[in-house]
């Protein structure tokens, strides 16, 4: 067999892989992971602005009460845990 055609035979099912997974992970749904629901919203769902001390930098949950300041920097980011903080 030719190598350049076999190159290309390669390439072509590399692709197809990529993108089925690609589509495959692009069906999963968020109720599977319901956490991740507030910080990924669907396109059936409208963006709504939080205000950044409610939501945890390590998770990116967000919480109903204000979360643990951890400054880095000179900015202030936001843990929901001890291990967040440290």
């Known amino acids: 067999m030719n190598p350049g055609f076999s190159r290309i035979v390669s ?6 892989v990529i993108s ?5 992970n692009a069906g999963v749904s968020l109720a599977q992971n ?6 990924r919203p669907n396109s059936n769902q409208a ?3 939080v205000e950044p001390q409610y939501v945890c930098m390590v998770t990116n949950k967000l919480y109903d009460k204000a979360q643990i300041p951890v400054v880095i920097e000179n ?4 843990g929901c ?5 440290a």
Do not use: H, N, R, S
Request: glycine share 4%.
């Open 11 to 16: 390439i072509f099912i590399a692709a197809l």
């Open 20 to 24: 089925a997974a690609v589509a495959i």
């Open 34 to 39: 319901p956490g991740d629901a507030q910080a």
């Open 75 to 78: 900015k202030t980011y936001y």
């Open 81 to 85: 845990c001890q291990m967040c903080e």
């Open 47 to 49: 963006l709504k602005q």
